[in-house]
């Protein structure tokens, strides 16, 4: 129930691009995940805001999926 995201180049095939999110200066990020979810059959109802996001010590962005609320309460 976790993922983990670390940096890629642009031109990597499997890469995820990321877009600055301006919400009011909280300094958020989308990540456009669609394909990732299908094959790894992660279906969630609407878009999610990950509540307890963090980069780990090699770098790693760690996402919960325990730890969500919907995108638009943000």
């Not at 877009?19 to 669609?34: F, W």
């Not at 999610?48 to 770098?59: N, S, W």
Request: aromatic share 8%; hydrophobic share 40%.
């Amino acid at each position: 129930s976790t993922i983990g995201i670390s940096r890629a180049p642009a031109s990597r095939r499997n890469a995820f691009r990321l877009k600055h999110k301006d919400l009011q200066g909280s300094g958020g990020r989308i990540v456009y995940a669609s394909n990732f979810c299908k094959f790894n059959h992660i279906m969630p109802q609407e878009t999610l805001a990950f509540t307890a996001a963090e980069v780990d010590k090699e770098g790693v962005l760690i996402l919960d999926l325990n730890e969500v609320a919907p995108a638009r309460s943000f």
